[in-house]
């Protein structure tokens, strides 16, 4: 559990730090492997491990000791940020930028949610994603159900970067409606995969103290 004491430091100042030390993994991405890796029911996950899958697990060089605290409390802060949503009543949301109908807007939003619903699966199993881990029922299904999603959001994006003829302003309103309508449901998703994971947590804490044998 991370020190519940350090304070966020905003979006702004996480793409800062991430953009000042060439992480190769973009902000909304952090965002979703760390929610993943909340959520997961690895044994052996933490904060201190996932920050170092984002350098490919050799971090960057630092001027001090300094800088590394900064960067490390920084991305800590983060992840406690998001450990509120762990509530039914604080769904998680995929981040919101200024979206144009424009061809090149729509190109990047398919690319921000791709990145997103699939960082959320390589927090959720792990980086190297080389080990099997049990899902309650629920969480299944909500992987599922995203993989469609990112399947179809790639399906989009195919359509918008290969076709001969430049989409009309009535398709391309419409593709950004249905982008929409998938962020939601991929919101929907996460937080039922991370409501179940918590469920499954807490009844194998509570089976471990009863002797009683867990029901996934």
Known sequence: MVDPIIRYAGDQK?????RRYACPVPFHTVRTRFMGNIATPQLDASP???????WGGALPEFED?????DLFQGLLS???HLTKHQSRSRPFRLVREATAP?????RRLCQTRTEEIEG???????ADDDEEIALPTRAIQGMARLDEIDAEILGFARVLNDSAQSPTEGEIA??????KALTRTAETEIHAVLLACVRA???ARASHKTGSPTIH
């Open 48 to 54: 201190a491990r996932m920050i170092e899958s984002f």
């Open 201 to 203: 947590r807490l009844g």
């Open 14 to 18: 996480m793409r800062d730090l991430l």
């Open 120 to 126: 959320f699966g390589v927090g959720l199993f792990g």
């Open 78 to 80: 983060l992840w406690n």
């Open 65 to 69: 000791t300094n800088a590394a605290n």
């Open 102 to 106: 424009s061809l090149d807007d729509l």
């Open 174 to 179: 419409e593709t950004l409606r249905q982008l």
